[in-house]
């Protein structure tokens, strides 16, 4: 089955946000490597997209760690990987609300 890419409104602001934190703190070069990471996470999704972990069976909702301080939250959905979320891992957990 071919999926499409789908990022709700919360995962695009995270993202954005953790591009404009890189950019901000680090370098070009770390923002620029992060988002070729999650490009490269996003592809292998598309083709395979139970390879990650299910953090919340009842939900579907599988947890890719990007970095060691990321995970991305993702539902498989009948036609689409959706991106609900980016999570910085130093956060208390109680504060994932997806």
């Known amino acids: 089955m071919k999926y499409k890419e789908r ?3 919360r995962a695009s ?3 954005d946000a953790i591009i404009s934190y890189l950019l901000k703190e680090w370098t070009v070069k770390e923002a620029l490597n992060f ?5 490269r996470i ?3 999704l598309l083709k395979s997209p139970k390879m990650f972990k299910a953090s919340n069976k009842k939900r579907q909702i599988r947890q890719c760690v990007l970095h060691p ?3 991305m939250y993702y ?3 009948e036609n689409a990987i959706e991106i609900l979320a980016m999570f910085d891992n130093r ?3 109680s504060k994932l609300k997806l």
């Open 35 to 39: 988002i070729d990471k999650v490009e």
């Open 42 to 44: 996003i592809a292998l």
């Open 91 to 93: 956060q208390k957990p």
């Open 13 to 15: 602001s995270d993202f």
């Open 75 to 77: 539902r498989i959905t």
């Open 69 to 71: 301080n990321v995970s």
């Open 7 to 9: 990022w709700s409104p």
